[in-house]
């Protein structure tokens, strides 16, 4: 895997090869695959993904059912009915049904995840998510053999919902997986950061992570999510495929049509901070193998 490493970062901005592969350990011991011993260089691993603080990371947000600007969810989205809340499993599944957040995620382990979150707007973040992997709800569903792709839907509760109110975009918010993505075991469902419940703003009280994919995919406040055979629509493609494809995939070497993907703002370090080398999948290696084969300007 080449990284475009550039000889003007420092250490600080990147975090180096040897690093990653202590990850793709940790998340190999997090995927059931081997329990490993937590080593002084896993510890290390973890800090060089430095995360955001919450202040920033429930201060600057997409979440357009609360409005457009960055700080509109969080000055809108306490409005947000959270509880009780219900998510429908439905579709090509052994076994669907309406789950609470509780049912759904009853005698699983939830991990924390220091993840990277990379905007298509070019900015990021680090955050460590709290939350389970979507596969073991999956497998838990029963998804059946002719179940190619998940799709996901969001709450839309109009009254609650000031940019449902003023149609800022086609609600419910939709996104989807196809199957091999959604069962990575880097694909999260999250409902805490910091050991906390998720804010509303952040996508309270479930919402979708995969980190190797630009933040528009991670969607939130869940109510359903459906095995199909045919690919999803989604909400960005919906309204412009020729700026949003499907899969939406980090790639610093496809720009978006208005703009360079080749670099990125880390939120909180300062107006003036040095951007950032965007790396492909976000840095996440281990993906690369799910897209052997196609070509990732074509299928962006
Ligand atoms: N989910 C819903 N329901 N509505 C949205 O507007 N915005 C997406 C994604 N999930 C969005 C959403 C976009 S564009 C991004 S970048 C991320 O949420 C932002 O997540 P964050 O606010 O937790 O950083």
């Not at 895997?1 to 202590?22: E, G, H, I, Q």
């Not at 509109?72 to 809340?85: E, F, H, I, Q, R």
């Given at each position: 895997?080449?990284?475009?490493?550039?000889?003007?970062?420092?250490?600080?901005?990147?975090?180096?090869?040897?690093?990653?592969?202590?990850?793709r350990q940790i998340m190999a011991g997090a995927a059931g695959l081997g329990a490993i011993a937590f080593s002084?260089?896993?510890?290390?691993?973890?800090?060089?993904?430095?995360?955001?603080?919450?202040?920033?990371?429930?201060?600057?947000?997409?979440?357009?059912?609360f409005g457009t600007g960055k700080d509109?969810?969080?000055?809108?989205?306490?409005?947000?009915?959270?509880?009780?809340?219900s998510i429908k499993v439905d579709g090509l599944v052994d076994n669907p049904g309406e789950y609470s957040v509780a049912d759904l995620l009853d005698g699983l382990d939830i991990e924390e995840r220091i993840y990277r979150f990379r905007c298509v707007e070019a900015w990021s973040m680090v955050v460590p998510w709290n939350g389970v992997e979507l596969a073991d709800i999956l497998t838990r569903a029963g998804v059946q053999s002719a179940g190619k792709y998940v799709a996901f839907e969001t709450v839309v509760q109009p009254e609650n919902m000031i940019g449902v109110q003023r149609g800022?975009?086609?609600?419910?918010y939709v996104e989807g997986l196809r199957m091999d993505e959604a069962m990575h075991p880097l694909t999260m469902l999250a409902t805490g950061i910091y050991g906390e419940p998720l804010a509303n703003q952040s996508g309270a009280p479930i919402r979708l992570v995969?980190?190797?994919?630009?933040?528009?995919?991670?969607i939130k406040s869940i109510v359903r999510i459906t095995v199909t055979d045919t690919r999803p629509t989604t909400t960005w493609n919906k309204i412009n495929a020729r700026e949003y494809g499907f899969y939406s995939n980090v790639n610093p070497e496809v720009s978006h049509p208005r703009w360079s993907q080749a670099s990125e703002r880390r939120i909180g370090g300062g107006l003036f901070a040095k951007r950032q080398d965007t790396l492909m999948f976000n840095g996440y290696d281990e993906v690369a193998s799910l897209y052997d084969g196609m070509d990732l300007t074509a299928e962006f």
């Open positions: 895997m080449a990284y475009r490493w550039t000889n003007d970062l420092t250490a600080a901005d990147v975090t180096p090869k040897s690093v990653f592969m202590n990850r002084a260089t896993q510890a290390a691993a973890q800090d060089a993904l430095e995360p955001n603080t919450l202040e920033d990371i429930t201060t600057y947000n997409n979440y357009y059912e509109d969810p969080a000055k809108n989205a306490g409005a947000l009915v959270t509880s009780p809340w800022v975009l086609d609600f419910p995969v980190p190797w994919k630009y933040g528009f995919k991670s």
